[in-house]
């Protein structure tokens, strides 16, 4: 089943403008919730997380709002550029010793024009 | 390049056939995951090795099957392939105790006609 949905699944956004993408997680035993950003023909790469205690997190133009009461949490991108069309996949952790578990939300597919 | 490299870059196969993705993980991590990738789908987690050993499974099918070797490089075969297994086979891998910073490779890409 799935435990982490994402929407929108595709967001058209104008340069400079804030790209907004949602997550809603199911299992409260999650440590780690983190966002990735995958280009055509690459490998997701990890852009940004957050730890469940704390409510944002900041990096350049990316910041993540957490909610952990409602189980939200949300990746802005502010003064979007062209080069951040990509896909971005919200994800969430559960860690313990050598046991990992990484799921990811169904992906946004974000085009920003120029 | 993210320090995770997999082989082959692109498969073409026939129905029925056997294959082999191989992934070798960062320097020094010790955990690897093998994730399938279909088209416009998102990132289904197959399977996990933590230093030679299956420590997680997820949706993957009995015709797959992986294996962790010694050196830490890691093996996904998946065999009796169908059309519907064409995907982006991506292995990642993290230092131990998996931390958030799990690394992916480029991926393979698998074509099966």
Not at chain 1, 79 to 84: E, I, L, V, W, Y
């Given at each position: 089943q799935q435990q982490v949905k994402q929407s929108p699944q595709s967001l058209i956004v104008q340069k400079g403008g804030i790209s907004i993408i949602n997550c809603a997680y199911e299992?409260?035993?999650?440590?780690y919730f983190p966002w990735y950003q995958q280009f055509p023909g690459k490998g997701p790469a990890l852009l940004i997380a957050i730890r469940p205690d704390v409510s944002e997190k900041k990096e350049g133009r990316f910041t993540i709002s957490f909610n952990k009461s409602a189980k939200q949490f949300s990746l802005h991108i502010m003064?979007?550029?062209?080069?951040?069309s990509a896909t971005y996949f919200c994800a969430a952790l559960r860690f313990s010793g050598g046991y990992n578990k990484l799921i990811f939300g169904a992906g946004t597919r974000l085009a920003v024009h120029p | 390049d993210s320090g995770v490299t997999q082989t082959p870059k692109h498969l073409i196969t026939a129905t029925g056939q056997r294959v082999t993705l191989r992934c070798s993980p960062r320097s020094g991590d010790l955990s690897v995951y093998w994730y399938q990738q279909s088209l416009d789908q998102g990132l289904q987690f197959l399977i996990q090795y933590y230093n030679g050993e299956e420590r997680a499974k997820g949706?993957?099918?009995?015709r797959f099957s992986a294996q962790q070797f010694p050196d830490l490089h890691s093996e996904l075969n998946l065999s009796?392939?169908?059309?519907?297994?064409s995907a982006l086979y991506f292995c990642a891998s993290s230092a131990q105790g998996g931390n958030y910073g799990y690394t992916f490779g480029s991926g393979t890409r698998l074509t099966v006609v």
């Open positions: 299992n409260t035993a999650f440590d003064d979007s550029q062209p080069g951040d | 949706n993957i099918l009995e009796s392939l169908e059309l519907g297994d």
